[in-house]
């Protein structure tokens, strides 16, 4: 990434509040999206362009079959009874002996977060898992990883937790299924092809049994309107006056992801540890319609290299759509009755939400302080 495209992001990270030292809680409320000068590549706009003209211009481009609605994980089209209810938001074994996952495909969105010794860890936010026998592996709980949870009203899937994250797990709005609890037996099991901790999965018929023990709710609250702005159906997102993003490098230093955009498919393929990154389940690799690439303020928290993110505060971001890349700000929205179970939302440059294609979307979390050594051309 050159560094001229560098300059619209410096500037956000040195606008955006600073980071208290409590890690991920609220201080206060998040800062507005900072004015930034505009890149040398012209405008920051999201630009979108019809993918068809049928119809009249009248009909609601969105208007859907009776029974169907837009899903709040990917803005397609799914039935009301999936769409309607609550996601589960799955920790997911990235160590090198965890490779391949099984399910990961099956994931409409994607996070991926560092966490202690530079290795990073993947949740998958799932909202049709039906028929799936197998997902995993899992992996335990960091406090950053629920608050993103929580912007999905999503049911937390785990096995075990760090320390730091028990207060949080405790809350009476933070519904988790927890392996190390009491619906541990029930909902995850083990394989012999593979050692410990690299061998504990889940399924669709666990997780529905771990949330009937509990008693969680298992539909959307009431007034739910999800994270996402997604384009309308009959339009495509093209980031066309942003700059070339062909291929992309967080540039986690232990599995060192990268992702390729695939002019055939339109999406982003991914790669890790030196190759492509496949499900276990399908043998494809993944692949994405959205990659978003969002800065964090971090501290450190102990000398065992345990870490906590801002997930509150605000910071920068860049979007990654069909080969192109635009800047904006990340910050979370204000919700009076539960901040923590807000949703942070996407801006470009302007002020403006960002709509996003319809599709499948990745998250890479990153330091801020890393921003410099992100690759996007």
């Not at 890349?325 to 470009?348: F, H, L």
């Amino acid at each position: 990434m050159k560094i001229k495209k560098l300059t619209a992001l410096a500037l956000i990270m040195c606008a955006t509040v600073v980071l208290s030292l409590g890690g991920c809680k609220k201080d206060k409320e998040p800062a507005p999206a900072p004015a930034v000068q505009e890149e040398e590549t012209g405008s920051d706009k999201t630009e979108t362009e019809p993918v068809s003209n049928t119809g009249s211009e009248e009909k609601d481009p969105n208007e859907l079959p009776e029974g169907q609605m837009r899903s709040f994980l990917s803005g397609l089209p799914v039935d009301e009874k999936i769409g309607n209810r609550r996601p589960v938001a799955i920790m997911l074994n990235n160590l090198k002996p965890a490779q391949p996952m099984s399910g990961v495909s099956y994931a409409d969105v994607v996070y991926e977060y560092v966490v202690e010794g530079g290795i990073t860890r993947l949740m998958g936010v799932f909202e049709n898992y039906d028929g799936l026998e197998k997902i995993g592996s899992v992996r335990s709980c960091r406090e950053y990883f629920v608050y993103t949870a929580l912007e999905f009203d999503a049911i937390y899937c785990h096995f075990g937790q760090a320390s730091y994250a028990v207060e949080l797990l405790d809350k009476d709005y933070v519904d988790n299924i927890n392996g190390l609890g009491p619906a541990g037996d029930v909902s995850y099991y083990r394989t012999t092809d593979r050692q410990a901790p690299h061998n504990v999965y889940t399924s669709k018929k666990g997780i529905d049994a771990g949330i009937d023990m509990l008693g969680y709710r298992k539909d959307h609250y009431d007034g739910y309107k999800g994270k996402f702005k997604f384009c309308d159906l009959d339009k495509e997102v093209t980031n066309e006056d942003g700059y070339s993003a062909k291929h992309i490098e967080p540039k986690y230093k232990i599995n060192k992801p990268w992702f390729d955009y695939n002019e055939k498919t339109g999406k982003y393929d991914r790669f890790q540890y030196d190759g492509p990154q496949t499900d276990d389940l399908t043998d494809e690799q993944l692949s994405y319609d959205n990659v978003i690439l969002q800065y964090n303020f971090w501290v450190q928290l102990d000398d065992k290299d345990y870490l906590a993110f801002d997930c509150h505060q605000g910071g920068a971001i860049q979007y990654c759509t069909k080969g192109k890349c635009i800047p904006g700000t990340w910050k979370r929205e204000i919700n009076e009755d539960n901040y923590d179970m807000s949703a942070i939302r996407y801006y470009d440059m302007d002020g403006n939400e960002i709509e996003i294609n319809n599709g499948k979307t990745f998250i890479c979390v990153i330091q801020n302080d890393e921003v410099e050594n992100v690759v996007v051309e």
